[in-house]
């Protein structure tokens, strides 16, 4: 017990800390009180998003050291983002076949 109130979990230093795998399950509660199309990987959304951010301002060996990535393949899948990627195409399907296909079930 001291001043502020006792400390309900042995693991905490302060009262007021927050340990390790606190808002992994904060995300967690919240995203089950949400739909599952919004629910979905919101924390590792939030954290590509920061990333992009960061590697924008410091670049990428600030952003590899605050993620703690052992490995640059890793944070270059956070930078990646959920941006979408278009290729260009072409269609060269010889109109004259179409009669000739037969749709098989």
């Known amino acids: 017990m001291n001043t502020f109130g006792k400390i309900k979990d042995d693991n905490k230093v302060h009262r007021c800390q927050c340990l390790p795998d606190f808002l992994s399950d904060m995300m967690r509660k ?3 009180q949400v739909s599952d199309e919004v629910s979905g990987n919101v ?4 954290r590509s998003l920061s ?3 960061y590697f924008k301002q410091h670049g990428f060996e600030f952003v590899q050291a605050l993620t703690n ?3 640059a393949k890793m944070t270059e899948e ?3 983002g959920d941006e979408r990627v278009y ?3 072409f269609a060269d399907l010889d109109l004259a076949m179409i009669p000739k296909l037969k749709i098989i079930n």
Do not use: A, D, N, P
């Open 87 to 89: 290729q260009e195409g």
């Open 51 to 53: 990333c992009r951010i």
């Open 69 to 71: 990535h052992s490995q």
């Open 78 to 80: 956070y930078l990646k």
């Open 43 to 46: 924390f590792h959304e939030i």
């Open 30 to 32: 919240v995203s089950s």
